[in-house]
């Protein structure tokens, strides 16, 4: 039988710590939210390794490591509201639920959006809306403190800094693969955006997002 507590401990030290996650309250938050409680039965003795898990529909989840840093690089406030792009397995949602007013989850794939959905309310959070749609195209009027993109772009939607509150920041992965680059778009006034270049990282392309198409000489 494998000891679930002990995994959590082993993963938070051995993978999570060493990507520059130091930030004490991201660390006590991955013990509270369980993050076995989002994935199959089957699952769940995965659920704390260093890898992407399949999910449905093709999807393949984010790695701990990566939800741990969005979570410490986008510093959600208990008066914030986030928007996120790409619900995985609600995972990530949760831990931003735990530390944010309310979050907002866009997901174009409706058996993703109904995976995400189901765990979250069976682990009863009650300050997340999961919804189906493609956020890049139907920009709601609202706006966020906070955005998270799970999937990579390559290049980032001036409608979605434009959906930024002054002060908000938008995590995005930018690039194709190989080479991508994960960054912190901070809106520092109405005209004013600042970039910051996190990490380098590789992740599957936002579900909705069509790649540009590759002209061949």
């Known amino acids: 039988m494998m000891n679930i507590e002990q995994a959590r401990f082993n993963m938070i030290e051995q993978q999570i710590r060493p990507t520059n996650v130091s930030n004490p309250d991201v660390l006590a938050l991955l013990s509270v939210v369980k993050r076995e409680n989002y994935f199959p039965a089957a699952q769940q003795s995965l659920a704390f390794s260093d890898t992407g898990l399949p999910l449905v529909a093709g999807v393949i989840s984010l790695t701990p490591k990566l939800e741990a840093r969005i979570v410490q690089e986008v510093a959600a406030k208990k008066t914030d509201t986030v928007l996120v792009i790409g619900a995985d397995s609600g995972y990530l949602a949760a831990m931003l639920a735990h530390q944010a007013r309310h979050v907002t989850v866009m997901e174009a794939i409706p058996e993703v959006k109904d995976l995400a959905q189901h765990n979250l309310s069976k682990n009863g959070l009650t300050n997340v809306d ?28 001036e409608s979605l800094q434009a959906q930024l509150n002054e002060g908000g920041r938008l995590f995005v992965i930018v690039g194709r693969a190989p080479v991508m680059t994960a960054q912190l778009i901070t809106r520092e006034s109405e005209l004013f955006f600042n970039t910051q270049q996190l990490f380098e990282t590789v992740v599957a392309p936002l579900s909705q997002v069509t790649p540009a198409s590759q002209f061949v000489l």
């Not at 493609?134 to 980032?156: P, Q, R, W, Y």
């Open 130 to 157: 999961v919804k189906w749609g493609d956020a890049l195209k139907n920009a709601a009027f609202a706006s966020f403190d906070v955005i998270v993109v799970t999937g990579s772009l390559e290049s980032v939607p």
